[in-house]
C-alpha cells in the first residue's frame, strides 16, 4: 500500500483531478460507493495509462446497504462501475448499521477478497475499540486497515495504539483539517522549516536543481501524519495543490516539533466530522 493516498471525497472533477494526482506520483486513490465518483476513478485509471497493479483503489459501502447480501451485491456493482477485475481495499464506510449488520457486511467482503473480488478489507470510522473488538469476539479476521479522522487537534490515541498492536494499518482521513490549515501552531512550524523544491529532473531522475523555500502548513500536517505512521488521504481538487501535497520527502519535522504538534491534541472536541466513538 502506498505511503500516500488522494482522497476524492466531494470532489467534482474527479477524473481529471485523479489524473493530475497520477501524474504527481500518487498511486493510492480513495473513493465510495456514496461518493458517487467510482466510474471517474476507473475512467482516470483507464486514461492515465498506468498498469492495474501499479494503482491502489479504495471504496467503501456506507451503513444504509449493509447486509451480508447487499453487500456482496454492492461490490459486483462497484466492480462494473471502476471497469476493474479486483478492488485493491474495501473497506466499511461506517458503523451505523449496528453490531449484527456490520458482522453480516464484513463476512460478506471476507468471502468476497476469497472469491478474488477484493484484495483486503478494512473499517472506516471505526473509531471506538469496540467496534474491531466484536469482530475479534466474532473470530473473524481481522482488519487490514482502520481509516479514521486524524490530524494534531483529533489524535484519536485508544484507537490508534489498538490498530498498532493488532498490526492494522492506520488511513487518515481530513489530515488538512479540511483546509483550515491556517492555525496558528502549524504556520509556525511552516515557517521554520524548509523545504527543497526540485526545479527540473532529469528523464534518470537526476535533480538538476533545487532552491529553498518556506514550507506549507499543508506540507507540516501531512509530514507529522507520515512520521506518525498514518498512511495521510488529503483531497484537492486544485492541480498546484494535489502537486504540493507530494512534497514531503525531502524535509523532517525533529523531534521537538512533533511533541509541539503532538501537545495540540483536543480528543474528540477536535474533530471536524462525525466521530462515531460512542456508537454501538
Same mark, same amino acid.
Given at each position: 500500500?502506498?505511503?500516500?493516498?488522494?482522497?476524492?471525497?466531494?470532489?467534482?472533477?474527479?477524473?481529471?483531478?485523479?489524473?493530475?494526482?497520477?501524474?504527481?506520483?500518487?498511486?493510492?486513490?480513495?473513493?465510495?460507493?456514496?461518493?458517487?465518483?467510482?466510474?471517474?476513478?476507473?475512467?482516470?485509471?483507464?486514461?492515465?495509462?498506468?498498469?492495474?497493479?501499479?494503482?491502489?483503489?479504495?471504496?467503501?459501502?456506507?451503513?444504509?446497504?449493509?447486509?451480508?447480501?447487499?453487500?456482496?451485491?454492492?461490490?459486483?456493482?462497484?466492480?462494473?462501475?471502476?471497469?476493474?477485475?479486483?478492488?485493491?481495499?474495501?473497506?466499511?464506510?461506517?458503523?451505523?448499521?449496528?453490531?449484527?449488520?456490520?458482522?453480516?457486511?464484513?463476512?460478506?467482503?471476507?468471502?468476497?477478497?476469497?472469491?478474488?473480488?477484493?484484495?483486503?478489507?478494512?473499517?472506516?470510522?471505526?473509531?471506538?475499540?469496540?467496534?474491531?473488538?466484536?469482530?475479534?469476539?466474532? =473470530?473473524?479476521?481481522? @482488519?487490514?486497515?482502520?481509516?479514521?479522522?486524524?490530524?494534531?487537534?483529533?489524535?484519536?490515541?485508544?484507537?490508534?495504539?489498538?490498530?498498532?498492536?493488532?498490526?492494522?494499518?492506520?488511513?487518515?482521513?481530513? @489530515?488538512?483539517?479540511?483546509?483550515?490549515?491556517?492555525?496558528?501552531?502549524?504556520?509556525?512550524?511552516?515557517?521554520?522549516?524548509?523545504?527543497?523544491?526540485?526545479?527540473?529532473?532529469?528523464?534518470? =531522475?537526476?535533480?538538476?536543481?533545487?532552491?529553498?523555500?518556506?514550507?506549507? @502548513?499543508a506540507h507540516v500536517l501531512l509530514r507529522w501524519s507520515l512520521q506518525k505512521g498514518f498512511v495521510p488521504l488529503p483531497k484537492s481538487a486544485t492541480p498546484e495543490r494535489i502537486r504540493a501535497n507530494t512534497q514531503l520527502y525531502a524535509f523532517a519535522l525533529d523531534d521537538g516539533d512533533m511533541a509541539r504538534l503532538d501537545?495540540?491534541?483536543?480528543?474528540?472536541?477536535?474533530?471536524?466530522?462525525?466521530?462515531?466513538?460512542?456508537?454501538?
Open positions: 500500500m502506498p505511503r500516500l493516498g488522494f482522497g476524492v471525497y466531494q470532489n467534482y472533477s474527479t477524473t481529471e483531478s485523479v489524473l493530475e494526482a497520477f501524474k504527481a506520483g500518487y498511486r493510492l486513490v480513495d473513493t465510495a460507493q456514496a461518493y458517487k465518483s467510482e466510474a471517474h476513478v476507473g475512467a482516470a485509471v483507464t486514461l492515465s495509462g498506468l498498469d492495474r497493479e501499479d494503482v491502489f483503489i479504495v471504496t467503501k459501502c456506507i451503513s444504509k446497504t449493509h447486509g451480508y447480501e447487499s453487500t456482496l451485491r454492492g461490490v459486483d456493482a462497484s466492480l462494473q462501475k471502476l471497469a476493474f477485475d479486483y478492488i485493491d481495499l474495501f473497506l466499511i464506510h461506517d458503523p451505523f448499521s449496528g453490531s449484527q449488520r456490520r458482522l453480516e457486511t464484513y463476512r460478506a467482503l471476507q468471502d468476497a477478497r476469497r472469491a478474488g473480488k477484493i484484495r483486503s478489507v478494512g473499517c472506516r470510522t471505526c473509531n471506538g475499540v469496540h467496534h474491531l473488538e466484536e469482530i475479534k469476539a466474532a =473470530g473473524l479476521e481481522m @482488519p487490514s486497515v482502520n481509516q479514521i479522522e486524524l490530524h494534531p487537534f483529533c489524535q484519536q490515541r485508544s484507537i490508534v495504539d489498538y490498530c498498532r498492536a493488532h498490526s492494522i494499518v492506520v488511513q487518515a482521513y481530513s @489530515p488538512l483539517l479540511r483546509g483550515t490549515t491556517d492555525r496558528a501552531p502549524v504556520v509556525a512550524l511552516a515557517a521554520k522549516a524548509r523545504l527543497p523544491q526540485a526545479l527540473s529532473v532529469s528523464t534518470h =531522475g537526476a535533480l538538476i536543481a533545487a532552491s529553498q523555500h518556506h514550507c506549507t @502548513p501537545a495540540l491534541d483536543r480528543g474528540g472536541d477536535g474533530a471536524l466530522t462525525w466521530n462515531p466513538v460512542d456508537v454501538v
